[in-house]
């Protein structure tokens, strides 16, 4: 096996809305890649792991078949890819779909403004203009609904003024792209964000060793984004109390203080964000002396 093989390869997106926070969470993880412009493929300089930058709408294909280990992408486009290869769940295509909540953003229907929607039925024998015409069929198929769909590979928002549809299903995020067309949200088809996906193929050891480590990196990642270590004195009495005020925190670490008996100090990481509130119910509840740090990372 040449060396190129024990390599791992990742697909991400080329430029898009994608780019940038993917190529910043596997940074995150510890890979350094240098990335000059119009460059299809980022060499990792400190770990066998390689990014071939991509169209976003071909990453499940190649996860799929293996070109690529690991693909970051819109679970729109998995999803499109999905019903379209008619795989009902995404066994035979990709193994390990986990959400990595960046990305947001809808597959919604829209219309012009001004557009009587009430329901899926007000889109019988109506043109809808989308790249995603299998969402839009499954959509369709699900609700007994015929319609023509018109497939339009970009510049969606468009079409309705062109007079080639009546209706659009396309990527909603801020919704400035609508509202500059002259069209209204009437329905949310399905909820999107970046997802990793894993090829299916058999790894070898040393690769699903590596995949595994970075997958688990990348979920350490996810986890301290919103964690804070927070540390308080508190009267031993209250302890209870103030476990129970601290937010997603597992056991506390509960440490004497010097020169008293009655009072205690308190460190815990807490898994969800720290509000004033709670350090006002905190301190309320008896806690005084409270800090609270950002956790850089954290290996479960
Ligand atoms: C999507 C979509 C819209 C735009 C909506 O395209 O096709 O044009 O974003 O965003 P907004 O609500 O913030 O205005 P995207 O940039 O994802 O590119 P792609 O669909 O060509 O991959
Ligand atoms: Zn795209």
């Not at 690991?70 to 295509?93: F, P």
Request: proline share 4%; hydrophobic share 40%.
């Amino acid at each position: 096996m040449d060396s190129s093989e024990q390599r791992i390869k990742i697909a991400i997106q080329k430029s898009g809305r994608l780019t940038d926070h993917s190529i910043d969470l596997l940074q995150r993880c510890g890979l350094k890649v240098t990335r000059s412009k119009d460059q299809l493929f980022c060499y990792g300089e400190n770990m066998p792991v390689d990014l071939l930058l991509v169209r976003d709408d071909d990453i499940p294909q190649l996860v799929a078949d293996d070109i690529c280990d690991l693909g970051i992408c819109g679970l729109n486009i998995v999803e499109e890819k999905r019903l379209k290869m008619g795989a009902k769940s995404d066994a035979g295509l990709f193994k390990q779909v986990f959400e990595l909540d960046f990305g947001h953003c809808r597959l919604s229907l829209a219309g012009p403004e001004g557009s009587e929607f009430k329901g899926p039925a007000t889109l019988q024998n109506k043109r809808i203009a989308t790249s995603y015409t299998s969402i839009l069929e499954d959509y369709l198929a699900t609700n007994n609904v015929s319609a023509e769909i018109v497939y339009f590979s970009g510049a969606v928002e468009i079409t309705p003024k062109l007079g080639k549809a009546d209706f659009i299903c396309d990527l909603v995020s801020t919704g400035s792209t609508l509202a500059a067309n002259g069209l209204v949200e009437v329905e949310t088809l399905l909820n999107s964000e970046a997802i990793i996906i894993q090829t299916q193929a058999p790894l070898g050891k040393s690769k699903q060793d590596l995949v595994d480590r970075l997958l688990q990196r990348l979920d350490g990642v996810l986890q301290v984004r919103e964690s804070k270590y927070i540390m308080l004195h508190a009267p031993r009495a209250a302890l209870a109390k103030i476990q129970s005020l601290l937010p997603g925190t597992e056991a506390p670490t509960v440490l004497p203080l010097e020169g008293t008996e009655d009072r205690v100090a308190v460190h815990a990481v807490c898994r969800e964000n720290v509000f004033w509130e709670t350090l006002e119910n905190l301190k309320a509840a008896g806690a005084s002396s409270l800090l609270v740090l950002p956790v850089e990372k954290m290996l479960a």
